[in-house]
């Protein structure tokens, strides 16, 4: 556990500084980390652009269907986006030793639909990848049914808990092959959160976990690793992912009650020896981010809410560029929006099951809905290509302020003080690191006043 940690892991990279947050979120004040789980470059840009501001850690994380050992849907292996992190932290000058690599929801996920010998086999050569390549943090999640788990509730827990056993194993198998001063991975257990790629939550806030239910969880899984002779790596579970009763839909945010949660809270401050990792965090106010970190929710994943600003920031860019640039001949316009929706509409592999409604409700959920499909949309060259267009066309021909002041106000008056300058990269940046500060202020790095509109939203 985190105190254990402390003394295991002797080289000072950023395992170590995670550490150092984590144990001072226990035992002195409220300090935690934002996890980011995106693998837009734009955001990985700002959010290391952000942190050189700073002192601690940036933690990027990828999923099993996103990054996986045959490509994901990103088209990318682990070193593959290991090395795509690592060109973004040299082209910004971040400091290697404070980069961190995580895993999310590493196990049979992908191939639940495959009987359970197949899928935790394949579970158990992702997370090899994964440690091979050089994370450091590692979601164990075998929470999921597979084909021939015959039953329509809730994996048993004990055979969870020996499933994650069993990818911990190979996680371990793993780290033996990389150099002696190799840190050791980190882990987080426990999966009371949406399968990856988002909920659908629009009526009723999730139920939160009860103390109870996460002292037997707890239990099971450590006799699950002492079974398989675990205990050095039972000593670096770091946290465990609880539900904090945070979640968004479409067009709905739950909020986060600390009244509901002082159960867990109590908890981690007494017979658990971590802290808990939160997924879904995103739209939460700064307050409420302050509240979690303070409850000790010391993880805090954010994803969709980084891309959804993106995509924001790219609207607006699309709507200036028509409004300065629309009637200038020799100068064809990016129609940026344009090729996002038709590319949405030719591939619906990664919106049609989270979208619902007639028409016109998806039509409205594919470009405005907080669970943010469209971020799997940047990548496909003919809207990469737009994105371009529409950067080299405002670049060549910076539009007004006055024009700037309609579509993206706090990045028009960053740019009259001369914070900021009117490039459309620097803004669509600015209007990331937006949501970036907000997690610096919850998580003890940055004070309110820099946020706009102060600490409130």
Not at 80 to 102: C, K, S, Y
């Amino acid at each position: 556990m985190i105190e254990k940690n402390s003394a295991q892991i002797k080289s000072a990279d950023a395992t170590n500084l995670l550490l150092g947050i984590l144990q001072q979120n226990r035992f002195t004040r409220a300090v935690g980390v934002a996890s980011i789980c995106s693998a837009n470059g734009h955001v990985l840009d700002a959010v290391m652009r952000q942190a050189l501001g700073r002192e601690g850690i940036v933690l990027i994380e990828s999923t099993s269907n996103q990054v996986n050992q045959f490509g994901g849907y990103s088209g990318q292996k682990p070193a593959d986006f290991v090395a795509f992190v690592n060109d973004i932290a040299r082209e910004t000058h971040f400091p290697q030793q404070r980069l961190l690599l995580g895993g999310d929801h590493l196990g049979p996920h992908v191939w639940r639909n495959e009987p359970a010998a197949s899928a935790m086999q394949k579970g158990c050569a992702l997370v090899r990848e994964y440690v091979l390549a050089g994370y450091k943090k590692i979601h164990l999640d075998a929470s999921m049914r597979c084909a021939d788990d015959l039953t329509d509730r809730p994996l048993p827990e004990a055979l969870v808990s020996e499933r994650a056993a069993m990818l911990c194993e190979a996680a371990e198998g793993a780290h033996k092959q990389l150099p002696d001063d190799s840190p050791a991975p980190l882990y987080v257990i426990g999966s009371e959160v949406p399968i990856p790629g988002g909920a659908h939550a629009e009526t009723s806030a999730p139920e939160i976990t009860r103390s109870d239910d996460l002292a037997r969880t707890l239990q099971m899984a450590k006799a699950a690793f002492h079974s398989r002779h675990l205990d050095a790596a039972w000593g670096r579970v770091i946290a465990v992912v609880v539900q904090p009763g945070v979640e968004f839909g479409d067009s709905s945010v739950f909020a986060y009650d600390p009244e509901k949660t002082k159960a867990l809270a109590r908890y981690a401050e007494g017979p658990w020896t971590g802290v808990f990792e939160a997924h879904s965090t995103d739209y939460q106010t700064t307050h409420a981010l302050q509240q979690m970190v303070r409850d000790h929710f010391a993880i805090l994943k954010v994803g969709p809410w980084l891309t959804f600003a993106f995509r924001e920031a790219v609207f607006a860019l699309a709507e200036i560029e028509q409004e300065w640039l629309g009637s200038r001949q020799g100068r064809p316009a990016s129609k940026v929006r344009e090729a996002l929706e038709h590319a949405m509409l030719e591939n619906s592999i990664h919106w049609k099951s989270h979208y619902h409604g007639d028409e016109s409700a998806q039509f409205l959920a594919r470009k405005y809905s907080y669970s943010d499909r469209a971020r799997y949309y940047w990548p496909q060259p003919a809207v990469a290509a737009a994105v371009d267009r529409l950067i080299a066309n405002l670049s060549t021909h910076p539009a007004p302020l006055s024009l700037l002041s309609q579509y993206l106000p706090v990045q028009c008056e960053q740019v009259r003080t001369g914070k900021l300058t009117n490039h459309p990269l620097d803004l669509i940046r600015s209007k990331i690191t937006e949501v970036l500060d907000r997690y610096a202020v919850a998580c003890g790095n940055r004070e309110t006043h820099h946020l706009p509109g102060g600490s409130r939203c």
